[in-house]
């Protein structure tokens, strides 16, 4: 089964609005709404803002059955040729708040775990074929960053790209990407440009995010119309 996954309820509403057969399941801080989205059996949730919240909820998705994990939503640009409304597709996830440093590890790696998850690529190139097919935008293939910080300066983007070769910052996509990676879950992270994660952040993220909400969508519903059977 494919689940669709994203923190907040404005990414994953116009495709709750549009689920068929629809049985909602309750779990302590979370629900799943298990039902069919144009013809395939879909769990589709809405996971809550921050890695904690994103693990918990993926592991409740794997525990019911998810054999594909899609984490969709918005996120703040961080690649130089990114406009608000393009679109990033993640080649891997890697969590920029991690600093085990003084201990010899490099920055962004938990002890004990892959510095980076890499994207699925048969997901990945369903992603950006949909992606492709919404109007006016740009595409990126690149290294979504997460962490539990909302980046609004042009420090922490220069940091982020600097340090970690990142196309866009976000607060939930490498706790997925971990969770899914233990598990041997195949997933991938697209993200809509709400903003450029600098000072100006906070006005974009407002203002632009019913726009990159309809581009979540159409990717998605894209996808599923593209994706090869599951292994």
């Not at 709750?16 to 039902?35: I, S, W, Y």
């Not at 409740?60 to 994990?69: D, F, H, I, P, T």
């Not at 775990?113 to 190139?125: G, I, Q």
């Not at 233990?182 to 697209?190: L, T």
Request: aromatic share 4%.
């Amino acid at each position: 089964m494919l689940a669709i996954m994203g923190a907040m309820d404005e990414e994953i509403e116009l495709l709750l609005a549009d689920l068929q057969d629809r049985e909602d399941l309750g779990f302590p801080g979370v629900t799943l709404h298990r039902g069919v989205l144009d013809g395939v059996p879909v769990l589709l949730t809405r996971g809550g803002i921050g890695k904690v919240n994103a693990a918990l909820t993926t592991a409740y998705l794997l525990m019911q059955g998810a054999s594909r994990v899609v984490f969709t939503g918005v996120a703040g640009g961080v690649h130089p040729d990114l406009k608000v409304g393009d679109i990033v597709v993640s080649t891997d996830c890697v969590q920029h708040d991690v600093d085990v440093t003084a201990l010899g590890y490099d920055a962004g790696t938990v002890p004990g775990e892959s510095p980076s998850w890499a994207a699925d690529p048969a997901l990945r190139a369903a992603a950006v074929t949909a992606a492709r097919g919404v109007e006016g935008v740009h595409v990126v293939e690149g290294r979504v960053a997460s962490g539990d910080q909302f980046i609004a300066s042009a420090s922490g983007v220069a940091r982020l790209r600097e340090a970690f070769g990142a196309a866009c910052a976000e607060m939930e996509g490498a706790a997925v990407a971990q969770v899914c990676a233990k598990a041997g879950v195949p997933f991938v992270v697209i993200r809509s440009v709400s903003d450029t994660a600098d000072t100006g952040a906070n006005v974009d993220y407002r203002e632009f995010m019913p726009r990159v909400a309809r581009h979540a969508k159409q990717v998605v519903r894209g996808m599923l119309a593209g994706l090869p059977p599951a292994p």
